[in-house]
């Protein structure tokens, strides 16, 4: 993408975003906003979820996936490359795995999680801000107004820009971690980090005990995304790849420091992830894992290569115990990589029918 572009279109073209999406959210979470608080003080810390999981067999696998052909297929397949002596056995440092984060590995609905942070955001630096009072989108988001956002996306893009730039990546990285310590999704009043999916935590799990490198691929931030990966997924932050802001380099008060500025300089969505792999991987996956048009060229990239290869599509079809959709949604919307994973062979997951449980018991540590 061209990085000269101004700040307000760059935040236009973060990953499947649209105000639509925003004015959805808004619609849904009500006037107030839940799940959009204002950040607790620095020393509060998201807890993790994550725990390593011990050695077991595959009939003992992934106990949360039913028995049905998407984790047959799942245990096949890694048993397959993983078997010395198979004629699909691939050497460890070639066993990689790649995964979508929105949707694929935590919930996505009724707003990318990363999008209530930067609302939020905006809220707390609005007293920062007196000349926003003026600004019809400020006016717009406050008074939850969706038809005046839809008419002022440029406007409420540059407050996002602003609101989220200007700050070291340490002081981000902090912001980070106690808006997720506190804040909670609309719906299931749940922290974030406790909508990611049990079924999601024992494939990573059971794929590491067999070798695997596992990675995180998405349309979202790096910088949003590596404050809390290892806590809640066992991936450290140098596996997660993702859309990337400009950072500067500068010394402040007689202190190096790495400064944010408001502008997109990668976009790690559709066809930009197989290059983001490119970069930071070096290697083609062998399995990847997805769960929207986002993510067809990474499937498409993945299963083009040499060799045992396995895309996955994980589809939201469970509206009782989390949402459905899929083709129409403005959200993760899955339709061309439905019909592709048809045509293709990929697997299909079904929440509803192939997950006995969808996100950790809560409490559960």
């Known amino acids: 993408m061209d990085v000269s572009t101004s700040a307000s279109h760059q935040w236009l073209r973060l990953p499947r975003t649209a105000l639509a999406v925003i004015a959805m959210a808004l619609a849904f979470a009500g006037a107030g906003l839940p799940g959009c608080t204002t ?7 998201a807890q993790p979820s994550y725990a390593p999981a011990p050695q077991v067999s595959a009939a003992e696998a992934l106990p949360s996936w039913r028995d049905g052909a998407s984790r047959q297929a799942l245990l ?4 397959d490359v993983t078997r010395p002596g198979s004629p699909n056995f691939v050497p460890p440092e070639q066993r990689v795995a790649v995964f979508d984060n ?8 009724p707003l990318y999680f990363q999008f209530f942070f930067l609302l939020d955001q905006v809220r707390a630096a609005a007293p920062q801000h007196p000349e926003w009072r003026n600004n019809p ?46 804040s909670r999704h609309p719906k299931f009043n749940r922290l974030y980090t406790e909508l990611v999916y049990q079924p999601q935590l024992e494939l990573l799990a059971y794929l590491r005990a067999n070798g695997f490198k596992t990675y995180i691929v998405s349309g979202g931030t ?30 402040r008060d007689g202190e190096p420091v790495l400064v944010r500025d408001p502008k997109l300089e990668f976009v ?17 996956p062998i399995l990847a894992v997805g769960n929207s048009d986002g993510d067809l060229q990474m499937l498409e990239y993945t ?16 509206a009782e115990r989390e949402f459905a959709y899929d083709r129409q949604s403005k959200v993760g919307k899955l339709d061309k990589a439905l019909d592709a994973a048809r045509a293709k062979g990929w697997t299909v997951v079904s929440m509803k029918q192939d997950w006995q449980q969808v996100y950790p018991t809560a409490g559960a540590k």
Do not use: C
């Not at 096949?76 to 048993?79: D, S, V």
């Open 137 to 182: 989108a400020f006016k717009a988001l406050m008074a939850n107004d969706m038809q005046g956002l839809m008419r002022n996306e440029k406007q409420l893009a540059g407050l996002i820009a602003t609101a989220n730039s200007g700050m070291t990546v340490d002081e981000y990285d902090r912001t980070i971690r106690d808006w997720l310590a506190t």
């Open 303 to 318: 299963t083009g290569g040499d060799g045992p290869r396995m895309g996955v599509l994980v589809h939201h079809d469970d």
């Open 268 to 284: 790690d969505d559709g066809p930009g992830k197989p290059v983001g792999i490119y970069r930071h991987i070096g290697r083609r």
């Open 222 to 251: 790096i910088e949003f995304m590596r404050p809390w990966s290892q806590a809640v997924y066992g991936i450290p932050p140098e596996q997660v790849i993702g859309s990337s802001q400009v950072v500067r380099y500068l010394v």
């Open 102 to 109: 929105d949707g694929t590995l935590w919930s996505e609905q």
């Open 39 to 45: 950040a607790p003080p620095a020393s509060t810390a």
């Open 76 to 79: 096949k397949f890694i048993g």
